[in-house]
Structures are given as C-alpha cells and as structure tokens.
C-alpha cells in the first residue's frame, strides 16, 4: 500500500501560478518514476508529466514550457509548479506512485479563471 498525500490546488486567474504537492510519507521518491495526471470535467484522466527515478522529466505537449515536475528527496514529495495558466487547465489533479500503479492520491482541484 502506499499512501499518496496531495495539496495546493485553488482557484487562479489565466496567467497565474500554483504549486501542487504530492507527499509519499514512508517512502523514497527516488525509488520510482512518479507522474501527475489531469481529469477535468466530461474528459478522461490524461497523462501530464513523468519524473524517473533519475530524475529524468518527461511533460504532455499542452503544459511543456508552462509546467515543471519536481521533488524534494529529503521530505519524500513530488511536485508540480504550473505557471501561465490556461483556462484549459481546469481539472481535477492526481498523483501516481509508483508510475502505472493502482496507487493515486485523492486528486486536488484547479481551477482557472478567464
């Protein structure tokens, strides 16, 4: 089982910023590739960025140079720093640990204002 900690989702104007964290509380973020997918309202969950556990990234064409993936390993959590907003943007937000598991957290909501 492993427990996946989300927060840092809100509501923010086009063109903001936000940060969302995906904390894994017992378990290193280095020992497997972690990703964070989207699901926004009527649409199916989609993939928005990978990280390895080399650190190598990985990012869907639609946030590529909006969105950086990231971790810190000395508090075990991943995260997503997500700037120029889109209205499009609008989704409900999941981590996935390790990558392609059954294991996600409990989704935080984003939503952006035109």
């Known amino acids: 089982q492993v427990q996946l900690e989300e927060s840092g989702g809100g509501l923010v104007q086009a063109g903001g910023s936000l940060r969302l964290s995906c904390a894994t509380p017992g378990r290193r973020v280095t020992d497997y590739a972690m990703g964070w997918f989207r699901q926004a309202p009527g649409k199916e969950r989609e993939w928005v960025a990978t990280i390895r556990s080399r650190g190598s990234t990985n990012y869907a064409d639609s946030v590529k140079g909006r969105f950086t993936i990231s971790r810190n390993n000395a508090v075990n959590t991943m995260y997503l720093q997500m700037n120029s907003l889109k209205p499009e943007d609008t989704a409900v937000y999941y981590c996935?640990?390790?990558?392609?598991?059954?294991?996600w957290g409990q989704g935080t909501q984003v939503t952006v204002s035109s």
């Open positions: 996935n640990a390790p990558l392609g598991s059954p294991y």
